[in-house]
């Protein structure tokens, strides 16, 4: 690891771990050590825990008995659960943008969509993720219920995790998905509440059942 700016050492610590994480850099069931992290980045302890407590609260990491922090592993009960909760959340969201959404929210949904659409095409794991939750964000903001945003934003980097696993396991699949998502925007550009709801319903669905039907294969 390269050492980091001496400037809100905790969030860059976290925001580092948890990129590995979604990643899958980091293991399920890996142990991160404090000692580790602090010398490889040239940091003491203090911010390092403080990090590796913010990942524990969003469930990226769980404290073991003896103290020490591993990646929490993807159960088809945790995405289950993430995923119902997701889609409470979201369906939401993407029915109060398509009320609230102006001009200027419209246009830059659209941006995003494209970025997204065009991840696909250079096969990019890391500029879909990021535009995802950018567009996420964004209808987050524009739904504007600042306790479902805040809910919503600790669920992210989990929902990041299984969208990149369903991208490592059936990327063929990503295109048909990401109509749902250009469908979302649509509907939300044109003010339909309920169908820009129902599109995040196939968006999450679709990633979910890719999810869980690869994790119920043999492994090899």
């Known amino acids: 690891m390269e050492p980091i700016a001496r ?45 590796l407590h913010m990942l524990e609260q969003i469930r990226l990491v769980d404290k073991t008995p003896k103290g020490s922090y591993q990646v929490t592993t993807l159960t088809p009960e945790l995405i289950a659960s993430l995923y119902d ?8 969201a993407f029915a109060k943008a398509a009320e609230n959404a102006g001009a200027a929210d419209v246009a830059e949904m659209e941006k ?10 250079d096969q990019s794991l890391d ?8 567009m996420a964000r964004v209808i987050l903001r524009v739904a504007g219920n600042p306790i479902v945003e805040r809910i919503a ?9 299984v969208q990149w696993a369903a991208m490592t396991y059936l990327p063929e699949q990503m295109t048909a998905i990401v109509e749902h998502l250009r469908q979302g925007y649509l509907h939300i550009a044109a003010g339909r509440p309920d169908a820009a709801a129902k599109a995040f319903y196939d968006f999450a669905t679709r990633h979910i059942t890719i999810v869980l039907d690869a994790m119920k294969r043999p492994a090899g």
């Open 85 to 92: 909760t997701a889609i409470i959340l979201y369906q939401y």
């Open 127 to 134: 500029r879909y993720l990021a535009n995802v939750s950018r």
């Open 7 to 51: 400037n809100n050492l905790s969030d860059q610590i976290f925001d580092r771990i948890s990129g590995q994480i979604v990643r899958n850099e980091l293991k399920p069931g890996e142990i991160i050590y404090e000692t580790q992290i602090s010398k490889d980045l040239g940091v003491s302890r203090s911010p390092v825990r403080d990090a």
């Open 112 to 121: 995003y969509v494209a970025e997204i659409e065009n991840s696909l095409e």
């Open 153 to 161: 934003l600790e669920l992210m980097p989990t929902a990041e995790r």
